[in-house]
């Protein structure tokens, strides 16, 4: 099958194979060429491993610790004549190169939110690791049926309190236009907070430790964003802040239960605004995005999922080093994005932004290549013009 990008607003509804194989393999590169962490982790569980931050800190834990990962994800399989999603081959090529590098690697394709998935990371582990010392959380999802009640929450992206009309690009078409957004609900907050907030993080760090399979000392590490006060009504003061401000009251809780389980430690890292799957549906930011890419590119500064999780391991986790908090405790890899001059720029060049200087002005065409390279488009070395099979299956 000749396999082309298709883009329907924010979603690519394709991907290519051995394009998402080689986007793996760039980013073990970068891992390798760094070199190898000092005393990182030895046996990790990654939920939500297979795209974005979690993938490249399972990439990282893998090829810049050697250590040994299962990955949980939810992703469409490929099957006979029909693409699978970019997850499911960027997870076929990391299981496969991890292998031939000797280490370990299993995957669990099912709903994290569920007790049968979480049941059945629990027996892998059982069976093959015997425990982890290190759970990276990093779902991204807009829906959770929950276990318990068996109610299904939607999350959405909205402003509290009051409408908010800011600027948005439409990514595909290049057209630059004011969009409104209607405030939440009381029951839409609820809804995002169950979703993306901390309640899950919980029950899994409960049903890993109720089981026995955390190492005593064991890590977890959950991710969040703040950015700059042009994003806040819809990020930082909207519906999905407030499910990070719920997965912050639950990195304490849980910090507090693996600190009384052997020293373990769980925090928050805030990592910088990237392209991803879960953030180009995000009203607003993608403008702000292809801005600071371009005013980060300049000054030599932009990282990608890749660079921001090796840093974070080699930098703060592993490697001799400490965690640095800022003063609500949280672990800042957003640094470079949030440098002073950075943002100055961003807000300097934000009003000027209109669908005739966009090209101009930003990076908007960074952003496109790497949005299609989340889909194993653009990526050097592979011939598009050649067919490939959709059909991969994922290593037993
Ligand atoms: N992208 C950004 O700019 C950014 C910045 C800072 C923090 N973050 C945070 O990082 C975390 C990861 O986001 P991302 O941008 O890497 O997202 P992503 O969409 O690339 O990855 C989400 C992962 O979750 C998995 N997943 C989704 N629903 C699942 C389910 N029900 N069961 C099992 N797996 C499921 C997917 O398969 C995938 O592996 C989120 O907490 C996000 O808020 C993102």
Known sequence: MLIKPKVRGFICVTAHPTGCAAHVQQQIDHVLAKGPIKNGPKKVLV??????????????AAFGAGADTLGVFF???????????PGWYNTIAFTKAA??????AKNINGDAYSDAIKQQAIDTIKADLGQVDLVVYSLASPRRQHPRT???HKSCLKPIGASYTAKTVDTDKGVVSDITLEPATEADVADTVAVMGGEDWEMW???????????????????????????????????????KIDL?????????????????????????????????????V????????????????????????????????YND???????????????????????????????????????ELTDIAGYRSEFLRLFGFGLPGVNYDVAVEPHQTMPE
């Open 75 to 85: 992703e469409r399989p490929s099957d006979d004549g029909r693409l699978g999603t």
């Open 248 to 284: 912050e009251r639950a990195a304490k809780k849980i910090d507090a239960t693996l600190k009384a389980h052997g020293y373990g430690r769980a925090f928050i890292s805030v990592n910088k605004a990237l392209v991803t799957q879960a953030s180009s549906a995000i009203p607003v």
């Open 99 to 104: 292998r031939a590098a000797g280490r370990y």
């Open 47 to 60: 939920i939500g491993s297979s795209t974005g931050f979690g993938l490249a800190s399972r990439i990282t």
């Open 321 to 359: 080093s400490a965690l640095t908090f800022d003063d609500g405790g949280r672990v800042r890899v957003d640094d470079l994005e949030m440098r002073a001059d950075v943002q100055g720029e961003t807000a300097e060049i934000w009003p000027r932004v209109t669908t005739e200087t966009l090209d």
């Open 150 to 152: 068996g109610v299904v």
């Open 286 to 317: 993608p403008l702000y995005i292809s801005i600071l890419y371009k005013v980060m590119k300049a000054k030599g500064l932009h990282e990608g999922c890749i660079e921001q999780m090796q840093r974070l391991f080699a930098t703060q986790m």
């Open 205 to 243: 760090i409960d049903a890993l430790l109720k089981a026995g399979v955390l190492a005593p000392g064991a890590t977890s590490v959950a991710f969040s964003y703040i950015g700059p006060e042009v994003t806040w009504p819809i990020y930082k003061n909207g519906t999905i802040g407030m499910a």
